[in-house]
């Protein structure tokens, strides 16, 4: 059925930007929900960013102002801009899509920001 595929991710400094791409193959329908949560070393797995098929987005309270959230409903891919990227955003960026009962996880990409 639906698979998750994950592009992006990398380093970056304080202060800069990265983006994070993905996209829900398999699917003749729209994903009703695609985001991005994020696990931090030690850390359980928080949401980040989703965006529904109508468009309606939700950030965690840390990365709001700061990343921004879109898609292509037609085509199930989701991007994610992140900016003014501080330390505390390094962790493993994992993409998902929600569709019927079911939830389908990306492999995960790491982010790191650092001096």
């Known amino acids: 059925q639906v698979q998750v ?11 800069g930007s990265l983006r994070l791409s993905c996209i829900a193959t398999g699917a003749d329908f729209s994903v009703y929900i695609l985001g991005w949560f994020r696990q ?20 965690g309270d840390t990365v709001k102002g700061r990343f921004t959230i879109s898609r292509d409903g037609a085509k199930n891919w989701v991007n994610l801009e992140m900016n003014s990227l501080k330390p505390e955003d390094t962790a493993v960026y994992y993409c998902y899509g929600d569709y019927g009962f079911s939830r389908r996880w990306g492999r995960g990409t790491q982010v790191t920001v650092s001096s």
């Open 40 to 59: 931090r070393p030690g850390n359980e797995r928080e949401l980040v960013a989703s965006i529904s098929s109508d468009g309606v987005t939700n950030y």
């Open 5 to 15: 595929v994950e592009s992006g991710g990398g380093s970056a400094l304080p202060g």
